[in-house]
T-cell receptor
Framework: AQSVTQLDSHVSVSEGTPVLLRCNYS??????LFWYVQHPNKGLQLLLK??????LVKGINGFEAEFKKSETSFHLTKPSAHMSDAAEYFC?????????????FGTGTRLQVML | GAGVSQTPSNKVTEKGKYVELRCDPI?????LYWYRQSLGQGPEFLIY????????DSGLPNDRFFAVRPEGSVSTLKIQRTERGDSAVYLC????????????FGSGTRLTVV
């Protein structure tokens, strides 16, 4: 079975400082992984995706993530946080078989950005 | 439309009543998914449609929940004899394939059972 574990339920940073949101995955084969962001009272938005091409993936709003097979990790980073980055972030693994497709979400990390 | 549309955005119903939640996916997207997000949790899979057929309904919690997609476009999630534990945000998503490159989510329907 595939799963993801988000290591921090809450991360607080100051505006202008780096962001690191940690995610570890478990999969019996090379997974496809995503990061989604959810702003309050809004829908989930795809930030970036890893699908076995380049291991360093760049997404929207300056976010990027690096797939590290040896560490089974897919951490999300951003060099400089902005107030508008405050939201809930979900690490997600997808399982695609012959007829089925299913996303499994982590429990989420709430990012707080302080002035 | 430009995105995935869900209606209503909010629904309050009494325990025991029947509700229908509607999802209008992105035009041309063959795959459609329903997820449920309880307070403080990540979304949980309910059901996946490929075209008109439910390819995977293993996430439906019990037989009070049912979903249809009769013409391969709009989908309706139906909940019979609602219980307070059904209160959650119900999310719909669509993708042009089986989702290998990510899904597009709607804003959700917040269901409150009182």
């Amino acid at each position: 079975a595939q799963s993801v574990t988000q290591l921090d339920s809450h991360v607080s940073v100051s505006e202008g400082t780096p962001v690191l949101l940690r995610c570890n995955y478990s999969s019996s084969y090379s997974p496809s992984l995503f990061w989604y962001v959810q702003h309050p009272n809004k829908g989930l938005q795809l930030l970036l995706k890893y699908t076995s091409a380049a291991t360093l993936v760049k997404g929207i709003n300056g976010f990027e993530a690096e797939f590290k097979k040896s560490e089974t990790s897919f951490h999300l980073t951003k060099p400089s946080a902005h107030m508008s980055d405050a939201a809930e972030y979900f690490c997600v693994v997808i399982r695609v078989t012959g007829t089925a497709s299913k996303l499994t979400f982590g429990t989420g990390t709430r990012l707080q950005v302080m002035l | 439309g430009a995105g995935v549309s869900q209606t209503p955005s909010n629904k309050v119903t009494e325990k025991g009543k029947y509700v229908e939640l509607r999802c209008d996916p992105i035009s041309g997207h063959t795959a459609l998914y329903w997820y449920r997000q309880s307070l403080g949790q990540g979304p949980e899979f309910l059901i996946y449609f490929q075209g008109t057929g439910a390819a995977d309904d293993s996430g439906l919690p019990n037989d009070r929940f049912f979903a249809v997609r009769p013409e391969g476009s709009v989908s309706t999630l139906k909940i019979q004899r609602t219980e307070r534990g059904d209160s959650a945000v119900y999310l719909c998503a669509s993708s042009p394939d089986r989702g290998n490159y990510g899904y597009t989510f709607g804003s959700g329907t917040r269901l409150t059972v009182v």
